[in-house]
T-cell receptor, first 114, second 114 residues
C-alpha cells in the first residue's frame, strides 16, 4: 500500500512569488492535514480538509490556502511568499473515523524562499 | 488552551542505557496523547498513543510511554537505547473539542552514542 506522497521534494522561490505544494493521501483516507515545520518551532498546524471541505485552519494568514479534490488529494498554495515561509511542509492523512486518531505523514516538501 | 511542551531540545544517551524523552501537556477534557518519530528526510512515523486504559502504553520499536495525570506528563521511555533510535521525537495532543486538530511539541533530538 502506497503511503502519503508529496511533491515536489524541494521548491525554491523568491519573495513575492507563489508556491503550490501537492499531497496524495493513503488510499481510503478522506482527511488531509497540512503542517509547517520551521526550524526549532516543531509542527504548526496549517489546514485540515475532509471530504473536499476546509474543516479547520491554524493561525496563519489568508495567503496560505488550499483545496481538496474529489479524489481526496490536496494542494497547499502560499501566495506573496516571504522569507520566513521557508520551512518543511508536511502533509498527513487519516481516515475520517474519529476512533483512529492516527495521522500518516508524507516526507514533506522543503520550501526555500530567497 | 491546548499545548504540548518538550522541555529538552536534545537528549544524549549511551547505547544500552535507558532513555527518557519528556513531554508535558495542557488540554481541556480527556487527553489523547501521541508520540511520533522523524528520521532525517522522512515524514513523521507514529510510535504510540494513549487514549484510555493503562497508564503504561507500549508502542513500536520497544518504546513505551507513561501517562501521569497528576503531573500532566507523557514521557517516552525505552529500557535499552540503540544507535538506530537516534532521531527527532515529537509529542502531540489532540484538541479536546476539535477532534481533528492536533498540537505538536517542538521536538527533542535524541542522540544515542555507541
Amino acid at each position: 500500500e502506497a503511503g502519503v506522497t508529496q511533491s515536489p521534494t524541494h521548491l525554491i522561490k523568491t519573495r513575492g512569488q507563489q508556491a503550490t505544494l501537492r499531497c496524495s493521501p493513503i488510499s481510503g483516507h478522506t482527511s488531509v492535514y497540512w503542517y509547517q515545520q520551521a526550524l526549532g518551532l516543531g509542527l504548526q498546524f496549517l489546514l485540515w480538509y475532509d471530504e473536499g471541505e476546509e474543516r479547520n485552519r491554524g493561525n496563519f494568514p489568508p495567503r496560505f490556502s488550499g483545496r481538496q479534490f474529489p479524489n481526496y488529494s490536496s494542494e497547499l498554495n502560499v501566495n506573496a511568499l516571504e522569507l520566513e515561509d521557508s520551512a518543511l511542509y508536511l502533509c498527513a492523512s487519516s481516515p475520517r473515523t474519529v476512533a483512529k486518531n492516527i495521522q500518516y505523514f508524507g516526507a514533506g516538501t522543503r520550501l526555500s524562499v530567497l | 488552551a491546548q499545548s504540548v511542551a518538550q522541555p529538552e531540545d536534545q537528549v544524549n544517551v549511551a547505547e544500552g542505557n535507558p532513555l527518557t524523552v519528556k513531554c508535558t501537556y495542557s488540554v481541556s477534557g480527556n487527553p489523547y496523547l501521541f508520540w511520533y518519530v522523524q528520521y532525517p528526510n522522512r515524514g513523521l512515523q507514529f510510535l504510540l498513543k494513549y487514549i484510555t486504559g493503562d497508564n503504561l502504553v507500549k508502542g513500536s520499536y520497544g518504546f513505551e510511554a507513561e501517562f501521569n495525570k497528576s503531573q500532566t506528563s507523557f514521557h517516552l521511555k525505552k529500557p535499552s537505547a540503540l544507535v538506530s533510535d537516534s532521531a527527532l521525537y515529537f509529542c502531540a495532543v489532540r484538541d479536546g473539542e476539535r477532534i481533528n486538530k492536533f498540537y505538536f511539541g517542538s521536538g527533542t533530538k535524541l542522540n544515542v552514542k555507541p
